[in-house]
T-cell receptor, first 116, second 116 residues
Framework: GAVVSQHPSRVICKSGTSVKIECRSL??????MFWYRQFPKQSLMLMAT?????????EQGVEKDKFLINHASLTLSTLTVTSAHPEDSSFYIC????????????FGSGTRLTVV | AQTVTQSQPEMSVQEAETVTLSCTYD???????LFWYKQPPSRQMILVIR??????QNATENRFSVNFQKAAKSFSLKISDSQLGDAAMYFC?????????????FGEGTQLTVNP
């Protein structure tokens, strides 16, 4: 089956520093990956759609300069939270699909970011 | 715009009993795909079941089945013989296309508690 690996699972960083989160599709090529943010006991909020070889598409209200997305290959997308602040603390999840309607989406295990 | 609504923020069920989680959606598309995802305390998103709108037959996966009412735009999930491991947040989701770049729209989620 499709596997998506996300690292790190947890990260604590100091305010003002940057943090990079990686999302890899292990056994399929993902031309598109999705990045979500989730607050406790809430639904997943789509932040951006990551397209291999092109610029990401950000949802309204998401700061593209704060959340840098790079999708340099068909198996790797990265999300960099720049100049992190405590309000950026959250759970971040990536997902990808071989063919959404047929296979559904596979999700990474998520990254819990804490900014102190 | 497509929307997905889960009107039950919380549900509980006794072990071995049956529970039904509700989901309604709004779309102008005739072909689309619906999903139920489970998010246990580990926060890993797990695909429970999927339904193709052009198929009249309700999808079934072991103890999980759906009641898909296309005209009513309703997509409920029935869990039979509930087990303690079924305790999780359940999300209903929709996508209009089969392609890998098609985004998911999630409902707000239903927190399911299974009582021993």
């Amino acid at each position: 089956g499709a596997v998506v690996s996300q690292h790190p699972s947890r990260v604590i960083c100091k305010s003002g520093t940057s943090v990079k989160i990686e999302c890899r599709s292990l056994d399929f090529q993902a031309t598109t990956m999705f990045w979500y943010r989730q607050f406790p006991k809430q639904s997943l909020m789509l932040m951006a759609t990551s397209n291999e070889g092109s610029k990401a598409t950000y949802e309204q209200g998401v700061e593209k300069d704060k959340f840098l997305i790079n999708h340099a290959s068909l198996t790797l997308s990265t999300l960099t939270v720049t100049s992190a602040h405590p309000e950026d603390s959250s759970f971040y999840i990536c997902s990808a699909s071989k063919a959404a309607g047929y296979y559904g989406y596979t999700f990474g295990s998520g990254t819990r970011l804490t900014v102190v | 715009a497509q929307t997905v609504t889960q009107s039950q923020p919380e549900m509980s069920v006794q072990e071995a009993e049956t529970v039904t989680l509700s989901c309604t959606y709004d779309t102008s598309e005739s072909d689309y795909y619906l999903f139920w995802y489970k998010q246990p305390p580990s926060r890993q998103m797990i695909l429970v079941i999927r339904q193709e709108a052009y198929k009249q037959q309700n999808a079934t996966e072991n103890r999980f089945s759906v009641n898909f009412q296309k005209a009513a735009k309703s997509f409920s999930l029935k869990i039979s013989d509930s087990q303690l491991g079924d305790a999780a947040m359940y999300f209903c989701a929709y996508t209009p296309q089969e392609t890998s770049g098609s985004r998911l729209t999630f409902g707000e989620g239903t927190q399911l508690t299974v009582n021993p």
